[in-house]
């Protein structure tokens, strides 16, 4: 009778832990989605950029590194909703801060450099290196 107790101990032991594993990779996926969702909304504000001369084009930092620093940098028209652009990109990267956190991403730790400059190159803002 107590090796039969022992086993469903341990079979619910086991259902405890695998089911906590599952709901722990869930709530990691729905992070993780939340912050895709807020890079292809950034994304689509940056395909509207158009520009004509050099100094409509800008760039900003992009990403939280667990490390420290952004992943890279983003360029832009200041054609588009520069404010807005801003708000989204410091709510990715304050989000990605939290979940590099919450969930001990870890990455190399070397730093993206800025671009030297951006200009626009046939219409479209780019990184100049």
């Given at each position: 009778m107590s090796i039969i107790k022992n086993i469903l101990k341990t079979i619910a032991l086991f259902a405890i832990v695998f089911s906590c594993t599952n709901n722990s990779a869930s709530l990691q996926e729905q992070d993780r989605y939340e912050l895709e969702q807020l890079e292809t909304e950034i994304e689509m504000l940056l395909s509207e950029e158009k520009c004509a001369e050099n100094a409509t084009c800008d760039f900003?930092?992009?990403?939280?590194?667990?490390?420290?620093?952004?992943?890279?940098?983003?360029?832009?028209?200041?054609?588009i909703n520069t404010e807005l652009l801003k708000l989204k990109v410091a709510?990715?990267?304050?989000?990605?801060?939290?979940?590099?956190?919450?969930?001990?991403?870890?990455?190399?730790?070397?730093?993206?450099?800025?671009?030297?400059?951006?200009?626009?190159?046939?219409?479209?803002?780019?990184?100049?290196?």
């Open positions: 900003i930092a992009f990403g939280s590194k667990p490390c420290g620093g952004p992943w890279h940098y983003l360029v832009y028209s200041t054609s709510e990715y990267n304050n989000k990605e801060a939290i979940y590099n956190k919450k969930w001990s991403i870890y990455s190399d730790c070397m730093a993206a450099l800025p671009p030297k400059s951006a200009e626009c190159i046939d219409g479209i803002c780019a990184a100049i290196y």
